[in-house]
């Protein structure tokens, strides 16, 4: 099976600078010479602690991030270097699920005009009375009601504006969504459920998900390979059930051992 996602060589450089001229004084490397791939339908799990360059990977599959160097490709084709009217087209197939629910959403937006932007950019061509349609189907299919549509962001719970933001990446039927901390800002209660909903969303429409976390239980939970990184190095790679039983890497074994036990 051809990969999906693949990540080759990949690095990011962020400048660091001082002084009243802001000359650059050194380097943050967010990754470093970073390679994985993804296969279509699964899910790869990301995982370590903040700061890890995690989120950095995330934002540069995604294109809000240029590479330093290294490249990425989608199905065959290198994207790391589009620009423009070239990468729109990835722009449907490629998604994202931002960490934080309340400040993902504009909050002068009601939820309605938020999903259907999306479609009006992606999709001219659609009439006004299919957009309204899509964004009912979208808000049932996250379990929202779609009555809720002209409502604001600020009226609904944390969990229920998630769920806002995952009806908003399904909105242009994309093949990939990266999920970017996407329950560590939620109540413990609600997470599980949010989980559920993207386990089920991956089943119904063969989506394949980079899940990205720190908490290597829900990572568990939900991939089907875990990636692991360190201060911008891929530390660790395989099975969920091999990384989570036979971890190999001392980082590894401490994000284990960090694990809250009941017994």
């Known amino acids: 099976m051809n ?27 967010a990754l470093d010479e970073v390679s994985l791939q993804i296969e279509k339908g699964t899910t790869l799990g990301l995982v370590g602690e903040s700061g890890s360059g995690k989120t950095t990977l995330g934002r540069v599959i995604v294109r809000l991030v240029d ?3 290294g490249l990425v490709r989608y199905n065959g084709q290198e994207i790391s ?26 909050p002068r937006l009601r939820i309605g005009t938020i999903l259907a932007e999306p479609l009006e950019i992606h999709f001219p061509q659609m009439s006004a009375s299919d957009r309204t349609a899509r964004v009912t189907e979208l808000l049932r299919l996250v379990g929202l009601d779609p009555a809720h549509a002209s409502r604001f962001p600020h009226e609904f719970s944390g969990g229920q504006r998630q769920r806002i933001g995952i009806a908003r990446a399904l909105a242009v039927e994309p093949e990939f969504i990266i999920c970017d901390e ?82």
Do not use: W
């Not at 990969?3 to 380097?27: A, K, M, N």
């Open 3 to 29: 990969p999906l996602v693949e990540v080759h060589h990949l690095s990011v450089h962020f400048p660091v600078r001082s002084g009243f001229l802001q000359r650059q004084t050194g380097v943050v490397k």
């Open 67 to 69: 590479p330093t160097s």
């Open 81 to 106: 270097s589009l620009k423009g009217a070239e990468l729109r087209p990835y722009r449907k197939k490629i998604q994202m699920v931002f960490q934080d629910p309340y400040n993902s959403l504009n």
């Open 182 to 263: 996407p329950v560590s800002a939620l109540d413990v209660s609600v997470q599980a459920q949010i989980v559920n909903l993207l386990m089920d969303l991956q089943e119904k429409f063969n989506l394949t998900y980079l899940f990205i976390a720190h908490d290597l239980a829900v990572v568990e939970h939900v991939s089907d390979q875990i990636a692991v990184l360190e201060h911008g190095k891929l530390v660790e790679q395989g099975s969920s059930e091999k990384i989570t039983t036979q971890p190999q890497h001392p980082y590894t074994q401490r994000l284990l051992a960090s694990i809250p036990s009941l017994v």
